[in-house]
């Protein structure tokens, strides 16, 4: 069948925050716009145009600092046991 392959925009579009104060579970979802590029897709895609949305969710618990208060910095590492990320393409549509 072929690969489609795209380039995703240099920015995308993120919300997230504390679903839950007692476990720390955060939750964090972009959009990042990609363009379907038809030069460097194969097969049934080889020459394809088209653009769409791609989004990934990740939620987790994140850790607690020693106070009690969940640690939502930045590079603060999510359990691994309770992380869960999902990538989906939104929106796409593609031209030959």
């Known amino acids: 069948m072929g690969d489609l392959a ?20 955060y939750a964090l979802t972009t959009w990042v716009p990609f363009t379907v ?18 989004v990934v969710v990740f939620s987790g ?5 020693s106070d009690g208060t969940c640690d939502t910095s930045r590079d603060a590492p999510a359990a691994a046991k309770t992380a869960v990320a999902t990538f989906a ?6 031209r030959r």
């Open 61 to 65: 618990d994140d850790p607690k600092l």
């Open 89 to 94: 393409a939104i929106k796409l549509t593609v």
């Open 6 to 25: 795209v380039t995703l925009a240099s920015t995308g579009t993120s919300t997230g925050d504390l679903k839950s104060a007692r476990t720390c579970l």
């Open 37 to 54: 590029d038809g030069a460097s897709s194969t097969g049934k895609f080889a020459g394809a145009t088209g653009t769409g949305t791609a």
